[in-house]
């Protein structure tokens, strides 16, 4: 089957990415790249070696599977997990593309078969293990056959910098001798320039184009939070995403039993996974994680480095990792999908004394990470902007509208210089050889053998902040910490001296930001709501339907479709698969293979539901590219809104502009919700109002329609009780 016979172009010159963007339509569904995916794609295009550094969930896969469509050959990817090449694999056959892998888990008969459709011309890509490549019967295979390109994934595995280093990938560095003239193509999503470089130089790139996006994850939302009551903690960012899947992180096994056991026993669905499980166990938990038969993923790091779930919505680390790098993978594994998704740390000053006890003393690099990590926790600074300025970028944003800090929502506390005074005088009086939690006992009068020993009952500075908890003051000192002006000394024991910034605070020239330990409000989810114009009960109903689409397939839930596009189906709701071609991650083979069975629970849904079908795709169209067929509508809903600012009836509206009742009612939902309108006196009739609010109240939800319907009963239109509850939405926001 080779998906690709018409318009191959053997020679990649001659065409540069944006000629590939019906492919992109028809394949995945997708209107537009990505930023650098053009660039990355002309480089694989003009075989030009390159090296793309994208974080991730940035797309990278689309960079090299994309132009593979266009060679003759076969472009080989090298993959460093057989269960990741699997799910690609998988994914790429679902989307119409001919793919396979090579890898040690298949039979001679299997890899024949893949041996022959290479010979034959008919693969477009072929998946291989590193070391597969070390081996000299597949390079001389591969000798004898056309490789249109090498694509490198994961490439910081190449480098012993990187903190994955595989010996495997030492192999790959040959290439460039064995395949004269095929261009190889690296990609990473880790940030370090050193790891970057030497990615180039381990591979022998020739004149290499180096692509490197930004670091930002503007989807994603950070918080942190000092750990208090690590439950309630928890249990505030799984309940914002019911039924959905989350990771939570912690530093030890046994937390990882508990916390799990703990969830469970609440209702929550949730499995463990760390290295003290048995292979088996770990491989059942973590695919019953990507089949979504389990929502929550309890883990110790051991986790995640074979998972590209895309549809994570929350990673929360339970403990403090020992690096910013540690962090970025780890959270990053969040939202990958481009949706609204949240990371949360709860951190706290024993972590630290942990992680300070298990590195490697002599290796002073280990104690600056760890103090990295340190001060992204305690430090009142947009967590978008410390982290990507730590990646060595530059974040221009004056806020970033998805942290905790920027959203206002730590508060500061009052007479911070005076405290912060108190503290640093009391590192002074002790000689600068004690710990925080020391000081902090010191300051807040403690009658402990170690206080009493030193005599530090009698300096000056003794319960000094008596009217605090004495963690509320360990955590200034931590603050302090991380904002530079306390240091914590080399060596074995966190003791505490003064820095010259900290100097600065004692004469009072700097005055510190204290934030009040721990957070106590936080708003509701991330900035950014993707939900708007979603019917939840639909988007349900249709990840039912994708997951007995995928099992029948033996395939992750998100080869069938990814949460995106399954929103849209949910918000736009098409009654014909013609109408579900315009939705983006649609594409033709998905369409052809499923596209009847989305249709038909989606109009048997709204039937029932009395919910209107093939919406506009207004509030996508607002944010991102837009589809031909929502241009089309865009005509007739912009006809509409200017209709309905003139207070025109539904029924007229729908005959103007050539569309249902229902639709158009839908159309006024939109424009009420858009443009704040609170009366709905123009198109309802002023004495339905008082009993559709009246059932509404008695019903005591907005978000469903038929509960209230049923209380006002026929004397109502759902057209008129959608367009005053709609109203009262508005109202109540
Ligand atoms: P990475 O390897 O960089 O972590 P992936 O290649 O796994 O990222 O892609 C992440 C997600 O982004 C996938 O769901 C993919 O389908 C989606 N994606 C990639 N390119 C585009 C695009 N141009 N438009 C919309 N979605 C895209
Ligand atoms: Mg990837």
Redesign the pocket.
Known sequence: MNTHSEGTVSDGTATSAVNLLPE?KKF?G?????PL?ADAIDCVLNRQDSVTV?????????CFQLPALRFSGVGVVVSPLISLMKDQVDGLNGAGIAAAALNSSMTDAEKLTVANQIKNGELSLLYVAPERLSSASTIAFLKENEVSFFAI?EAHCISSWGHDFRPDYRALGKLKDQFPGVAVHA?T?TATPQVREDIAVQLNLIDCKTLVGSFDRANLVYRVSQRSNLLTQLRTVIDRYPKQSGIIYCISRKEVEGVSATLNGLGYRCRPYHAGLSAEMRIENQEAFIKEETDIIVATVAFGMGI?K?NVRYVIHAGAPKSLEAYQQESGRAG???LESECLMLYSASDFVMWRRMIDHSNPAAAALLDAMSCYCTRPQCRHKALVEYFGQTFDKHRCDACDVCNGELNTVDDALVICQKIISCVFRVDQRFGANHIADVLTGSKGQRVLKFKHDEVSTYNLLGDMPQKTVRNYVDQLVGQGFLATAAGEYPTLYITQQGRQVLRGEITPVLFQAPTPKQKSGPGTDDWEGVDRDLFDLLRAVRLEIANEKSVPT?TVF?D?TLRDLARQRPSTTVAMAGI??VGETKLASYGERFVAAITAYCNDKHVAVDQSPIERMKSSGSSVKSMAKEGALKKAYTLFEQGISIEQVAAEIDRAVSTTSGYLANFISDNGVTDPTPWVDADLIPPIHGAAEQVGSLEKLKPIKEIVGDSVSYEQLRTVIECLKVETR
């Open positions: 992109l995945w997708y209107d537009s790249f990505r995916q994208l974080p991730t969930g940035a797309g990278k896969s689309l994934d990609f999503a590209d895309s990958r999908d481009g998100y990814h995106p983006s991650g």
